[in-house]
């Protein structure tokens, strides 16, 4: 993986002391108003932008079996994410009919593990048989409102995620019907606690998918991801609506990853243009087995890997004028296990880092040992001395001389920027 963050973050002795010095202290708990205290010590606004709904601090739980009943959205307020994406709901029509029925399979146990990545770098990755969301859609709706009204004191914003029909080979016509009922009673629910913001919602296309004969060819992969933004936009209509698409890393090369970044910058036009891009979710191993079930979706450093790379190609393609820029805002996800890592998306663009197989990690992996894995992780994320966002975006105001009033979005806004000093320095490593 080519990375632009290595070695120590080179930052004075008096900030890697505070660092240290919170690190230990906050063991037994984060403060209470998290994003004031980094404001008042460091001079870091951890405020961001997911899509373009304000969120506290850029971290947040992907989509997922940690995110699929109340209890757990509770936890994650309370200790301090800045935004949850809830389990993917699987698309249905009025009479209940779902042609994606087949993700909606039931999780009946998960493993976390070890592994190994091609460059030998050691990390986590989570199995499980389960897909989307498996109750029924009226139960679905009821959790995305107590979920709302959990999460509106803390200012965490909940985010639905659906799994709509994607047309297979053959199969000519898009059952918008799906579309439509799903989209519209979503928003049903939203509206009665945000009435005048629009719902954002991610698209999601499942890992799980690259091992579907739905994915087989590279043009249907192309035309998903050029239509189905406008088919979410027609159903909510006249209502706005904020869809972000959760890219997936398709079996196919790098080249075709790029590819298809490239068809939603530039092929997308009017209402077929998404509001922000999710990228990317977990790879998948058609021979890899679990639980009985051959094919499966890993995650680890080769999955960072992967997005890191295929970024940073299209950042420098951009910069070198080969192809149009992509300015639609990021959510980076993909083995985010660090800040470090957290930095390095923000340098390729993201604003929010979403986390999954960070919140289940054995408890002794953690330094603090009180509370819930939402801090716990939090704690490792923003305050390690070594690998913690808080160092890393220390030493990049320091070598790109930022601001201290830019927030998060606004760094990852420089970031985007084929003129900037981040890809100047490194396009010759990166070509």
Known sequence: ?????????????????????????????LPSALEQYVQEQYQIDLSSEYGDLLIKNPFGKASGQLSLNSSQVRRDCEEGLGFVVLKSIIGEDASGTQSMSEWAIEETRMIVERIVGKDQT????????????????????????????????????????????????????WKTGEYEYTTRRLMEVWQRHYSHVPMPIEKDFSPTLAGSNRAAHAEIIIHWLTRVTSFIRNAASPSPIKIGLKVFNAILDDAFQLEMLRAINEQCSGQGVPDFLVYANRLFDPNREFDGVRGIAYGGPDLSARNLSVLAELRLLERSGAIPVCRLPISGTGNIVSGRIAAEYLLRGASSFQMHTYFQLPSGEYTMQTGGKTARALLELCFHPDEGLLAWLLHLRRLFDWPTEWNIKRMADFCMEPSNDVWAEHASALS
């Open 122 to 173: 050691q990390g986590w990755t989570v199995s499980w048989k389960g897909r989307g969301w498996y109750d029924t859609f009226e139960e679905y709706l009821e959790f995305f409102e107590e979920s709302l009204v959990i999460a509106k004191p803390f200012s965490l914003h909940v985010v639905p995620s659906c799994k709509y029909h994607l047309p297979s080979a053959g199969e000519g016509q």
């Open 1 to 29: 993986m080519f990375t632009l963050l290595q070695g120590q973050p080179q930052i004075d002795g008096s900030q890697r002391t505070s660092l240290a010095r919170d690190y230990e202290r906050f063991r037994s708990g």
